[in-house]
C-alpha cells in the first residue's frame, strides 16, 4: 500500500485558495481509490476476507432481533463456530442471542413439507418415496448465537486503518470547533466506553438537538483525530439519512473526509485505503461517485480548522 506524503500543505494564497484546495483534494481521492486497489489484491486484505467468509448475513429480522438483544453487536456466530473456526470460547455467564435459524430437510415437491408434517397434512403427492426428495428449506427454530464481544481467545485477522502522525496540536483544535460545526462531542474513556468496537459514533437526536459525537479515547491522537472527523462528517452529510441499505455509502462518505482532511493537516491516512475496501468490495470506483459531498465537506472542516488555527 502508497503511504502518504505526511508533510502539511498549506494554500497560503487567498486569491487562489479555493481552486487550489478543490484540485489537491480531488488529486488526493485518486490516490486513495489507487490505495484501496491495492488493499484490494493484498494479502492481508485476502486473510481478512477469508475469515469474514465464516459469518453469515442476517436476514431483516434476525439483524432486528440481534439488534435488540445486544445493539452493539459486531460479529455474530455460534457456540460451536467460534470455538471450531476461530479458536475462541464463549465467555461464562453470557446470555445467548436467539435468531431464527433455518430448517433445512427433505421437502415434499408438492406441498414443499418435511416428510413428518407431510404425512400429517393434507396433500397426497406419492410419485416418489421421501428419501428421493430434495433437501429445502421447510422452516426456521430458535438458535442460539453469540457476538465476539461475549467471547474470548485467539484475536481475529483484522485490518490497520488507523492513521499515524503528529496530531497533538489538530486534536483540541477538532474538539474545539464542535459547536462551529453544530455538533456536540464526548471523548469516553476506554473503561467507560459502551458501544463495542466501535470507535466513535455520531448519534442522531431530536431537530432541536445537535448531533451527539462519541469517541474512545486512545493514546494514537492521529486516529482519534481522524475518527472524530470521520464522525463530523456523518454528522454534517448523513442527519437525515437511516437507510441501513446506504450504510456502506454514508461510511464511504466519511472514510474519504476523514482521509482528506487527515491528510491536509500531516496525517498519514493511508489506513483509510483498506477500511474503504472493506465496504465497498471491488469496486473502489465508487468513491468517484461521492467525490463533491466528500470533497466540499473536508474543505468545510478545514476552513473552520484553519480558522481557529490562524488566530492563536
Not at 400429517?120 to 448465537?145: I, M, N
Not at 451527539?212 to 486516529?223: G, H, M, P, T, Y
Not at 442527519?239 to 472514510?255: I, N, Y
Amino acid at each position: 500500500m502508497t503511504t502518504n506524503d505526511c508533510s502539511p500543505v498549506s494554500f497560503n494564497d487567498s486569491d487562489t485558495r479555493r481552486d487550489e484546495m478543490h484540485s489537491t483534494m480531488e488529486a488526493w481521492v485518486e490516490d486513495l481509490v489507487d490505495e484501496v486497489d491495492d488493499a484490494v489484491s493484498s494479502e492481508q486484505f485476502q486473510e481478512w476476507l477469508d475469515v469474514q467468509s465464516h459469518f453469515h448475513d442476517y436476514s431483516y429480522r434476525n439483524t432486528l432481533l440481534i439488534t435488540r438483544q445486544c445493539p452493539n453487536a459486531t460479529r455474530i456466530a455460534g457456540y460451536r463456530t467460534w470455538q471450531d473456526e476461530f479458536d475462541r470460547h464463549v465467555k461464562e455467564g453470557e446470555n445467548a442471542i436467539w435468531i431464527w435459524a433455518p430448517i433445512i430437510a427433505k421437502q415434499c415437491p408438492e406441498c414443499e413439507n418435511s416428510p413428518s408434517y407431510h404425512d400429517r397434512s393434507d396433500c397426497e403427492y406419492d410419485e416418489t418415496a421421501p428419501e428421493e426428495w430434495s433437501k429445502g428449506l421447510v422452516g426456521f427454530r430458535p438458535a442460539p448465537v453469540f457476538d465476539i464481544s461475549q467471547t474470548e481467545g485467539e484475536p481475529l485477522p483484522g485490518l490497520e486503518t488507523e492513521a499515524s502522525g503528529d496530531a497533538d496540536g489538530l486534536l483540541p483544535v477538532l474538539l474545539e470547533v464542535a459547536s462551529s460545526l453544530n455538533v456536540d462531542v464526548e471523548v469516553v474513556s476506554p473503561t467507560e466506553w459502551t458501544h463495542g468496537d466501535a470507535k466513535g459514533i455520531c448519534q442522531y437526536r431530536s431537530p432541536a438537538e445537535q448531533p451527539l459525537i462519541e469517541v474512545r479515547n486512545r493514546e494514537n491522537s492521529a486516529a482519534l483525530a481522524v475518527t472524530l472527523v470521520h464522525e463530523y462528517a456523518h454528522a454534517r452529510l448523513h442527519g437525515d439519512v437511516d437507510d441501513e441499505t446506504d450504510r456502506s455509502k454514508r461510511e464511504l462518505e466519511a472514510e474519504g473526509v476523514g482521509y482528506i482532511v487527515g491528510r491536509y493537516f500531516g496525517l498519514d491516512t493511508s489506513g483509510s485505503a483498506f477500511y474503504l475496501a472493506a465496504w465497498e468490495g471491488d469496486k473502489p470506483e465508487a468513491i468517484f461517485d461521492r467525490l463533491e459531498r466528500i470533497s466540499s465537506t473536508a474543505a468545510e472542516i478545514v476552513d473552520v480548522v484553519d480558522e481557529v488555527m490562524e488566530d492563536e
